[in-house]
């Protein structure tokens, strides 16, 4: 079943009570995302995608820290036109497995189905799509260090370190 | 309208005139002003006033959309300038774009020409190294036989070091070496383990290689000159190509430019693109220069006894071959033909690199604006090697951190927060003398005109057979050093890059004893034009390999202290 109409039916069935969120309504008129790259459903997906390989614990996941958004916004404006076909094509192939092999969208797979999904990418012979989670997984790994809140709360990034010590020692 | 006529030049008749405000441009100013000359100050950009104009300053790293990255946008545009290991999200407001003013490269013969219009010029921007030159450098073309005899020896400028080493501020350590002296240092900052290291390790095997720590334009401790300045003590954000909010390194925007303001006798014009300098043919002198005002393209005069020219290497260059009179058809002050030619730059283009397995208990703390320096060794006190000349080197050590980056999930979001040591890196960059040469040249373009429909310049620059020998030496003697050391992996590396991507572009306009030979004097006055001072890049007669700029402000201020002298004994 196509997700926006399982998405429909289970807005039909609730009473038509349910607010449909933003990019799901995008995704039904295919409006681009707020970065402009991938249509509302395909970024939905990436921030689905950034989210398994840096998820949210006791500290927020990539998705939460906007990680989805930088990865588009890079490919976009940094990548060449075939990168952001392979992004395009990738997020496609994400969903086209999560169909073959679990019948159910790569949004309603259980975490653990999401993450063998993409270590199945990663562990598999498809050069193309091993390329594209490739960049997407360091894209994401750049977006969630270089994030606010990483630098601010986990890494604790000294703007203005006024000093130098040429030689300490490494704390244990 | 007589009257009004007579009245708009004299409002546009100063005692001097300083084009460019760059390095060179900022300390011709600053010493015009401070001995009392009415001076106009045009410079081709926009005003970059200290602080306020420093966009990106106090930005955050995740505040960078691209995270310092460029868009293709802007990479694909400008092709040259994204060549510049500086031209980032954060600086790229302080960089020339390609389109912005073109030029002409010679088929075959590609040249990065680098370039900072705006107030403070390059200074923002610049590596801030700050070596002297030694007299083995000033003596170089008459022992080895190119170019000409340089016209002032190491005793000549000496004293102009201190002077502007002591208003800059300089860190440094007196290392006592001939090769490269010691200048007026602020505390130096530290090597680290690894940087000691080596440095007692090549002091064991050679007797005449050194590693010392960086001389660099930094304030490490501020003296009352410093805080006179309005300048503080250098911070390490080591972001210093955002411009430096508290002034910690020097530039002209922080420093000269200011100060030269305070005095009440600057007055800065930016906007103002030099055409040409007016040489008089009636008054067999010049008396001004003509401008195009960058906005309006209105074609403008202002005049002034005194002309210093410090557009930036090749631009000066241009400017005086584009100042034509029936006295000088072939560009200001070239009777001899040889104005644009014998330009020079410092050869980058190779790297060693390599791990150290020691001092695994060990790391460094915060950040460091300096690197570590191998002052030249090779040929310094008589020919030794199949090629001419020599090479200094950057030799930095650095204890890399790296996460585990494997796998998808908690597992990965664990492992990047927890950062694991790896082996030392080492790592080493040369700085090779190159020798002017005739075939190496700029010229006029005349048929193509740039945005100010002035003549656009043709740069024809390259490699030759003694940089190439040099290159293989560096690469021998380094990798050498570094097993020594007990370095592993230790690799070699030729980046290919372009000629100009030093940005160290000098000559065209050298300075020399003779007239037939050279365009300039001892004293940085044109021979043929002595109102008319050249104190940038464009009249060094070698180029040695030391990071150049220290010797611009030197020269600069030593040509003011003439100029001004000439000037109240009615020789100008």
Known sequence: MERRVALKNMAAAMGAMVVMPAWASG??????????????????????????????????????????????????????????????AGLDAVEAISKKNFNKSYADLTKQQQLSLLEGIDKGSDADLKGFLGLVKNLTIQGYTSSEYVMTNITHYEMIPARYHGCVPVKK | MANFNIDSKKARTYDAIVIGSGISGGWSAKELTEKGLKTLVLERGRDVQHITDYPTTNMMPWEFEHRERLPREITEANPIVSRCYNFKESSQHFFVKDNEHPYVQDAGRPFDWIRGYQVGGKSL??????????KYDFEGPARDKFAVEWPIGYDDIAPWYSYVEKFAGITGNKDGIDALPDGEFLPPHDLNCVE???????????????IIIGRAAHITEPKQIHLDQGRAK???????????????????????MPWAM????????????????????????????????ANTKEMMEFYANIIFVNAAALNTNLILMNSISSRFPNGLGNDNGILGK?????????????????????TTDGKRPNSGYIPRFRNVHQQETDFLRGYAAGFGADRRTYNDRSGFGESLKENLAQSKYGNWSVGSHMMGETIPKESNYVALEKDLKDPFGIPQLKISVAYDDNDEKMIKDYMTQVSEMFEKAGFKNIRTHDNGRNPGNDIHEMGGVRMGKDPKTSLLNKWNQLHAAKNVFVTDGACMTSTATQNPSLTYMALSARAVDHAVKEMKAMNL
């Open chain 1, 27 to 88: 995704w039904n008129t295919k409006a681009v995302s707020a970065v402009g790259l991938l249509d509302a459903g395909k970024a939905e997906t990436l921030a689905l995608v950034v989210e398994t390989i840096i998820p949210k614990t006791d500290t927020p996941g990539a998705r939460e820290l906007g990680v989805g958004g930088f990865v588009e916004k890079m490919v976009k404006d940094c990548y060449d036109a075939k990168a952001q076909a392979g992004l395009s």
């Open chain 2, 125 to 134: 921007l610049w590596a801030r190294q700050t070596q002297r030159w030694s």
């Open chain 2, 196 to 210: 000691k290291y080596f440095k007692e390790q090549v002091a064991k095997q050679y007797k005449d290689r050194h």
């Open chain 2, 234 to 256: 250098c911070q390490h954000r080591v972001m210093c190509e955002r411009g430096c909010p508290f002034g910690g390194y020097f530039s002209s925007n922080a420093s000269t």
């Open chain 2, 262 to 293: 305070k005095t009440g006798n600057m007055t800065l014009r930016p906007h103002s693109v030099v055409h040409s300098v007016i040489y008089d043919d009636k008054k067999q002198k010049v008396t001004g220069v003509r401008v195009v005002d």
């Open chain 2, 342 to 362: 014998y330009i020079a730059f410092h050869n980058y283009r190779a790297t060693v690199s390599g791990e150290y397995e020691g001092f695994l208990d060990s």
